[in-house]
């Protein structure tokens, strides 16, 4: 958990209804730092309707199409098959676009930043809570940022 990016949302009233617009954003931010980990081609278009979305080109309507299907493809990932466990990052980020489709941000910021760390160093660098700071600093930086903006 990230308890200055939890302190600052709560600061900020991130989960009132008139902040959805700052939980897309900051959604799509984190989940474009681990666009790269994405491996189906459905996940990348569900992520295309929502920067569509904070840019003010698409519609409500089908950005909540769009969440539903990033919900079903991160709940049918069949993960990795590889010895160590590549695939599992994959897993993460496809959780962390099908969250900030739902406006979920900070599940979302959650999911990206378990995928950047478990990309750069497999299961031992998830266990190491320090593997988490610089991620865990940005988002909090990123988020202050949209939010002044």
């Excluded at 990795?80 to 489709?101: F, K, M």
């Amino acid at each position: 958990m990230n308890h200055p990016l939890e302190s600052l949302a709560r600061e900020l009233g991130l989960d009132a209804p008139a902040q959805l617009p700052l939980r897309l954003q900051f959604g799509y931010a984190c989940v474009i730092r681990v666009r790269h980990l994405l491996e189906e081609p459905a996940v990348l278009e569900c992520l295309a309707v929502l920067g569509r979305r904070v840019q003010g080109s698409e519609s409500a309507d089908r950005l909540r199409e769009a969440a539903a299907e990033a919900a079903r493809l991160a709940n049918r990932h069949e993960g990795s098959r590889s010895i160590d466990g590549c695939g599992h990052a994959a897993v993460s980020a496809t959780y962390a676009v099908a969250n900030a489709l739902a406006g979920k941000a900070l599940a979302a910021a959650e999911y990206a930043a378990y995928a950047s760390v478990y990309a750069m160093g497999g299961y031992g660098a998830v266990a190491d809570r320090a593997s988490f700071e610089p991620e865990f600093a940005w988002q909090v930086a990123t988020l202050r940022s949209l939010a002044e903006a």
